[in-house]
């Protein structure tokens, strides 16, 4: 029999949450849950038995943003709706203290998807391969020095993802744990299903920079501990020095062929890389103005240090998203790839550079360089999930949906508290296989959605037969963009190497159309067809 791929599954009450396929199902039948709402259970149930406080959830589920104790009391209003907790018996409140997830949520791991099948497809599979988790390291100085700390730890972190002989746990489900008091190890290898954890603590001052990590197993035993101290501009070359001494001590008969690649050269300004880290974070949130603040900060790392070819691939990244992706006008998209083509010449062994640049190349629908650079990606790094998960979006792209399901399970299986962009790109996965009713359901996931995302939701719903829906949601978009032609915006932003498959999107468009012209509600009249989406 195949080894199984793990993924959490955990059973509350007459319910069943699959973080690795990112649903909730209640006898059976699958429960509609908002992103934030399925965010807020995952982090309750990855702490079962806990007692939650009001912070610690609010800077889970709405991290870098400030919201009011009366989102959070609607979210866990929501959450005991989808559980159907009417009683408060599974989710309760503990007076001023916080919010509890009854024990009786019980986890498991389970999964039908054989792993050979997840290996033959996507690399970095193998079964007997240690998982290592490195957590969030304390902060023993200033608060401010946050971005720069979970930065160090981001190195360490991608710094052990180069050595093929174990697996790195994605940093988004990691740092979902932040929150809090640091769980037990043997909690965190039911939670998370690693072997071993890093954790530590960081502390600046006077130009110096002192790193203590330590490697336990999740039985609690120390493995090994180790206290640095360096300048800050030597800080980069010591998180390499980290991550190669965790590797050593777990694999003690390590090979040198292992070694076989340099690190990819480090800031050689400390300005730099906070400025860095600080755009990274500004992009991977949601909300207005956030790519164009990010873009502020990378253009600093760059001017402050010309040859950080890291900062170079983001800034490129940065530009083309706020062009629009594949809709930006052929001259930023060119700008953009002249960019991520200066960030590999400075770093041809960074895996994200090779990243970038293949996802500003899919926006330039070059599909075979694009695909070259991801695999390139991977190779250097095999466990990162956020690659793993575009690699599937541009088989998805390129009419090969079938082979694109296994590397989304894959990113999932290794980063199940992945950020809001997977559903979109799981979604046009699986509205290319037809399963219409799954694709409008990863789409509604997303608490942010821009036109083309409500447009692709529309041609979901149509297709799947929901008709009122597809109806409701098109007449929605249109009040909120009365410029929008679905069609129109389509055309431009569909990035398919096939045309039988942008065919596929645009059937689906035209379809939510005719819904929302034949629906009796009186919205339609803000909608004003162009010559293309006037109904045959």
């Not at 649903?23 to 992103?35: H, S």
């Not at 005719?514 to 919205?523: H, P, Q, T, V």
């Amino acid at each position: 029999m195949a080894d199984k791929v793990e993924t959490c599954v955990f059973h509350i009450g007459d319910c069943v949450l699959d973080l690795g396929r990112g649903t909730l199902e209640r006898c059976g039948i699958r429960v509609p849950i908002r992103a934030k709402t399925f965010s807020m259970l995952s982090h309750f149930a990855l702490r079962r038995g806990q007692v939650l406080s009001k912070e610690e959830l609010i800077a889970a589920v709405w991290p870098s943003i400030v919201v009011s104790d009366d989102s959070l009391t609607q979210c866990v209003h929501d959450l005991r709706k989808a559980l159907g907790d009417d009683g408060q018996r599974l989710l309760q409140t503990v007076a001023r203290r916080g919010y509890i997830l009854a024990t009786s949520a019980e986890g498991a791991v389970s999964s039908e998807v054989p792993h050979s099948a997840v290996a033959q497809a996507a690399p970095g599979c193998s079964a007997g391969e240690p998982r290592v988790a490195v957590l969030p390291f304390a902060n023993a100085g200033n608060p401010e020095d946050a971005f720069f700390i979970d930065g160090i730890v981001e190195e360490i972190t991608n710094g052990l993802s180069r050595f093929k002989t174990v697996t790195v746990l994605a940093r988004n489900s990691v740092f979902a744990l932040r929150s809090g008091s640091a769980p037990a190890p043997g909690r965190l290898g039911d939670e998370l299903g690693a072997d071993f954890v890093v954790e530590g603590s960081v502390r600046r001052y006077a130009g110096r920079v002192g790193v203590s990590a330590f490697l336990s197993e999740t039985n609690g035993r120390r493995l090994w501990g180790e206290t640095f101290s360096c300048s800050e501009e030597e800080i980069f070359e010591t998180s390499d020095v980290i991550a190669y001494k965790i590797i050593a001590r777990l694999m003690a008969n390590i090979e040198g062929a292992v070694l076989r690649r340099p690190p990819a050269p480090a800031a050689s300004s400390v300005e730099a890389f906070e400025q860095l880290t600080r755009g990274i974070a500004l992009l991977r949130s949601y909300g207005e103005g956030v790519n164009e603040k990010a873009r502020v900060h990378f253009l600093r790392a760059v001017e402050l240090d010309p040859r950080y070819g890291l900062a170079h691939s983001y800034l490129s990244l940065a530009d083309a998203i706020i062009g629009g992706y594949g809709g930006a006008p052929l001259d930023v998209l060119t700008a953009c790839r002249e960019r991520a083509a200066t960030a590999l010449i400075e770093a041809p062994e960074e895996g994200r550079c090779h990243r970038i640049m293949a996802q500003i190349l899919l926006c330039l629908r070059e599909y075979d360089a694009a695909e070259q650079h991801f695999r390139r990606s991977l190779d250097l790094n095999p466990y990162d999930a956020d690659t793993l998960a575009q690699m599937a979006y541009l088989l998805t792209l390129r009419g090969r949906a079938q082979d694109a399901r296994a590397w989304m399970e894959r990113a999932i299986q290794l980063n199940p508290l992945h950020p809001l962009w997977y559903h979109l790109d799981r979604s046009m996965m699986l509205y290319m296989l037809g399963e219409y009713a799954e694709a409008a359901e990863a789409l509604a996931c997303i608490d942010y959605h821009g036109p083309i995302h409500r447009v692709r939701l529309a041609a979901s719903y149509a297709m799947a037969g929901m008709e009122k829906k597809a109806a409701d949601c098109l007449r929605r978009t249109l009040e909120t963009f009365p410029e929008l032609r679905p069609l129109e915006v389509m055309v431009t932003r569909l990035e398919f190497e096939r045309r039988e498959d942008s065919e596929q999107v645009l059937h689906g468009v035209r379809l939510a159309i005719e819904c929302l012209e034949a629906s009796a509600i009186e919205g339609p009249q803000t909608f004003r067809p162009g010559p293309e989406e006037q109904s045959s």
